[in-house]
């Protein structure tokens, strides 16, 4: 099964802080006085499904069986549409669970109406905190997204990188390698247009790699402060790199069909610039007959540089003292090297720590699964969004610009001029 990209989670929470008046208090799992015989109860939402559900119950039932002062009870809420919707509405009505998995761009929005618990107390004080020796094996990008204004306030778990997919076939017929640059990948698509097939296949948005090439260009899209740079001149040529490749016919995005994953089985393109966690469904759907493989996304302005998506784990303030010390030692559990390596070999997510993935076992699950491989050697180049107040509101206005650009012609400079303006409106009303 495949995942909707984590962006297309946040538009409904754009309305969170005009809709959310809330006391955000008392316990909302009605387990504040469980008896003291019984494992104080922990709720957690989730939006997985499918093997992914799968394997996460199995994580939970070792966590349970591991310990008997805490059981943690996982409830399924749908997709990560439904599981915010359920976010929102629970707060507003005082029954919110003790933790819930969520897009750690959320986090400025539950903070401002005081709906999570900052991890600080947690994660780096008391007898259970993290090591100094934990936070450097845990991917430094996974850290500084879970922090917002100086303080933790979730943890890392779902996490899928960028990476390019290429169809070894269409190499080896046309006599290419495969590229090191961005700029290969333009030339090869010159090569294969006069064969009908397309050098680059995107998405439906290619917003991501937009922002990856923007952030190769050394220019974020929007600062830490935060800043715009939407029509600062290496973000505007990063856009032309890739539009300029789309009005060429050298690259194509997937329309209507939100992935390209369908065209690419089917050898629409060389090379395919889409999300780690898809590699499941590609297993699934590329003939027996089809030669591919993974690798991490080329170089750009000379640096390496891939998005990171997916979601983390938040513990909401209603929660009682022992609720949050349980949630705590759960999100502790989820982040072990051991846990998080039995995660990513069940789901094809990656791995949060670098120890994890240097151990025998998980280099061999990455022999007996090299098209896995590309998410994990990409880790040390991975970025995210940095998140603020109004990040949803700026995400979707950024998605309506790439794709005014598409089908609208819409040129580069003006709609990146007109999104900088927005933004920064956005950010300014939201101080």
Known sequence: MKKRSWQRALLTVASLGLALTLAACGNSSGDSKAKSDEPVKISFWNGMNGPYQK?????????????????????AQGDYT???????????????PVISQTT??????????????????????????????DLKDIYPSFLSSSKYQGKYYSVPFSKSVRVLYYNQDILDKYNLKKPTTWEDIAKDGEVLKAHGIYGMGFDKSWDMEFEGLARQAGNPLITKAPKANL?????????????????????????????????????????????????????AQAPKSLHWGTMPLPSYNGKKATEIAGNDIVMFKSASAEQKKG???????LMSA?????????????????????TTDFKKYLTDNPYNKAA????????????????????????????????????????LTSLQTTTEKIIKDNK
């Open 338 to 358: 051991k846990e998080t390596a039995k995660w990513a070999k069940s789901t094809g997510y990656v791995p949060l720590r670098k120890s994890a993935t240097e």
């Open 231 to 283: 029509d600062a001149a290496p973000t505007l040529e990063a856009a032309n790199f890739i539009m300029d490749m789309i009005k060429n016919k050298t690259a194509k995005t997937a329309g209507e069909d939100f992935y390209w994953t369908q065209a690419f089985t089917q050898g629409k393109s060389a090379f395919y610039a889409g999300s780690s966690a898809g590699v499941t469904q590609m297993v």
């Open 104 to 133: 750690y761009t959320t986090v400025p929005d539950y903070s401002k109406n005081n709906l999570i618990e900052p991890l600080d107390n947690y994660m780096l004080k008391g007898s259970n905190k993290l090591s100094s020796a």
């Open 82 to 96: 439904a599981l915010q919707q359920k976010i929102m509405a629970a707060a507003k009505s005082n029954s919110l």
């Open 55 to 75: 394997a996460l119950k199995k994580i939970i039932n070792d966590f349970n069986s591991s310990q008997s002062k805490y059981k943690v009870v996982s409830t």
């Open 327 to 333: 949630a705590w030692a759960f999100m502790k559990y």
């Open 376 to 415: 994990v050697d990409s880790l040390d180049d991975g970025f995210q969004s940095n998140a603020f107040l109004g990040f949803s509101e700026y995400r979707t206005k950024l998605l309506e610009t790439v794709d005014a650009m598409l089908t609208k012609n819409e040129p580069v400079k003006k709609a």
